[in-house]
């Protein structure tokens, strides 16, 4: 299955674990760089920038508003994680990261669609 831009998700993994290394991380402690203040402080300037441009915070990909739920900064590419450009995320909500990451909302398990590994 490939994105908008070509990439294949474990294409996307690839460079995800890449830049992780960059940085000193490994894949399994992505969220420790979720954590970190240069990712907080990128985070907040990704809403300030959706708030300036569309009067709110919402879902990119559904109707779904920062009332409603909870929204997520997503990346579309790792390619400059840890160097982020606006262009680089995704304001989406926690149903549409969990289906664009295959995940199950109940029980947060990995549902991998028909294909997957094709």
């Known amino acids: 299955m490939t994105d908008a831009g070509g990439s294949t998700s474990w294409q996307k993994r690839l460079l995800r674990r890449k830049r992780l290394h960059v940085l000193g991380l490994t894949i399994e402690e992505y969220d420790k760089y979720l954590a970190t203040p240069h ?15 569309l009067g709110r915070n919402c879902c990119e990909r559904c109707p779904k508003s920062a009332e409603e739920t909870k929204l997520h900064v997503h990346h579309l590419t790792y390619e400059r ?23 199950d909302a109940a029980n947060r398990s990995r549902h991998y669609r028909p294909g997957y590994f094709d």
Do not use: P, S
């Open 81 to 103: 994680l840890g160097n982020e450009n606006l262009e680089d995320v995704q304001i989406i909500c926690g149903e549409c990261h969990d289906k664009e990451h295959g995940r």
């Open 39 to 53: 990712w907080q402080e990128f985070r907040k300037r990704v809403f300030a920038q959706q708030r300036e441009r």
